[in-house]
């Protein structure tokens, strides 16, 4: 159990407004405000990308992505969003879902952080609960192996609220 001493202020949901839209606006305004902030080019594509990712609650994959596109943009080639996604996650405006290789919606954009996924097998709802106390633990305890961290994902695979009631 995760004391929420350990959770980040700003916890995921939230900070966010219950309404879709409204939700995805603001996830919108504050990365259009990060590039501003850092000079990053937020390219059309770019932004296509991530507003897709933004508008699901649910990790999403390039070839989704892909087909997702195709109405606005036509076919483009997967090297293209690939790009498109390295640079999204890069700068942290998503995650990487290792376990799907599917990618999602950071709702900390711009803050240092370490999250933990959990991740419901039923529905593939996804939430991120930012929180350094796991991470931290986990990476003091790598180097007694004589292993040095390059890169750190905690996915937890289960069942979310709704997806529990429904199978009780
Ligand atoms: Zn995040
Ligand atoms: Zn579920």
Redesign the pocket.
């Given at each position: 159990m995760v004391r929420s001493s350990e959770l980040h202020s700003a916890d995921c949901d939230s900070a966010l407004p219950a309404d879709h839209t409204a939700r995805l606006a603001h996830k919108l305004a504050r990365a259009d405000a990060l590039a501003a902030e850092r000079g990053l080019a937020l390219t059309t594509l770019r932004r296509q990308v991530y507003t897709l990712i933004a508008q699901s609650e649910r990790p999403v994959g390039a070839y989704d992505l892909i087909a997702a596109l195709e109405p606005q943009r036509g076919r483009v080639p997967p090297t293209t969003v690939y790009r498109a996604l390295d640079f999204l996650v890069e700068h942290g405006f998503v995650h990487r879902i290792e376990s799907k290789n599917a990618f999602f919606a950071c709702c900390l954009m711009g803050e240092p952080h370490q999250s933990q996924f959990l991740m419901?097998d039923?529905?593939g709802?996804t939430v991120e609960i930012p929180g350094h106390g796991l991470a931290a633990q986990l990476s003091r305890s790598a180097p007694a192996h004589g292993f040095e961290v390059h890169h750190q994902v905690v996915e937890l695979r289960g069942?979310?609220a709704?997806?529990k009631h429904g199978h009780a």
């Amino acid at each position: 159990m995760v004391r929420s001493s350990e959770l980040h202020s700003a916890d995921c949901d939230s900070a966010l407004p219950a309404d879709h839209t409204a939700r995805l606006a603001h996830k919108l305004a504050r990365a259009d405000a990060l590039a501003a902030e850092r000079g990053l080019a937020l390219t059309t594509l770019r932004r296509q990308v991530y507003t897709l990712i933004a508008q699901s609650e649910r990790p999403v994959g390039a070839y989704d992505l892909i087909a997702a596109l195709e109405p606005q943009r036509g076919r483009v080639p997967p090297t293209t969003v690939y790009r498109a996604l390295d640079f999204l996650v890069e700068h942290g405006f998503v995650h990487r879902i290792e376990s799907k290789n599917a990618f999602f919606a950071c709702c900390l954009m711009g803050e240092p952080h370490q999250s933990q996924f959990l991740m419901c097998d039923a529905c593939g709802d996804t939430v991120e609960i930012p929180g350094h106390g796991l991470a931290a633990q986990l990476s003091r305890s790598a180097p007694a192996h004589g292993f040095e961290v390059h890169h750190q994902v905690v996915e937890l695979r289960g069942l979310c609220a709704a997806c529990k009631h429904g199978h009780a």
